[in-house]
C-alpha cells in the first residue's frame, strides 16, 4: 500500500497564497505510472478533484482553480505540490493527494483556512 503524506496548508487571507506538497512513499509503482490529483472536501461537501497532473506532466484544472492553482510533480522525489494563489474563502477545505481516480488509501489531509 501505498501511505500519502499531505503538508503546507494553514491559515491565509484572501488574496493570499500557500503551497502544499504530498509525499508518497511503500509501493509508489502506481504514483510513478498513473496521473496524480489534488482533491478537497469542505464541511458537508463531497471531495472534488481540483488539479491533476498525469506522469508526463500534463495538467487538468477544475474551473473553480483555474488561473490559481498550479500542480506539478517531482518524480524522483515522489513528490506533487500544489501553488495556490489568489486564494478565496471558498477555498477552505481539507486538501489531499491521491492517484488521478482516487485509487490510493486517502491520508490525513491538511486543512486550508481561507478567512480575513
Known amino acids: 500500500q501505498v501511505q500519502l503524506v499531505e503538508s503546507g496548508g494553514g491559515l491565509v487571507q484572501p488574496g493570499g497564497s500557500l503551497r502544499l506538497s504530498c509525499a508518497a512513499s511503500g509501493n509508489i509503482f502506481s504514483i510513478k505510472i498513473n496521473a496524480m490529483g489534488w482533491y478537497r472536501q469542505a464541511p458537508g461537501k463531497q471531495r472534488e478533484l481540483v488539479a491533476a497532473i498525469t506522469s508526463g506532466g500534463s495538467t487538468n484544472y477544475a474551473d473553480s482553480v483555474k488561473g490559481r492553482f498550479t500542480i506539478s510533480r517531482d518524480n524522483a522525489k515522489n513528490a506533487v505540490y500544489l501553488q495556490m494563489n489568489s486564494l478565496k474563502p471558498e477555498d477552505t477545505a481539507v486538501y489531499y493527494c491521491?492517484?488521478?481516480?482516487?485509487?490510493?488509501?486517502w491520508g490525513q489531509g491538511t486543512q486550508v483556512t481561507v478567512s480575513s
Open positions: 491521491n492517484g488521478g481516480t482516487g485509487g490510493l488509501s
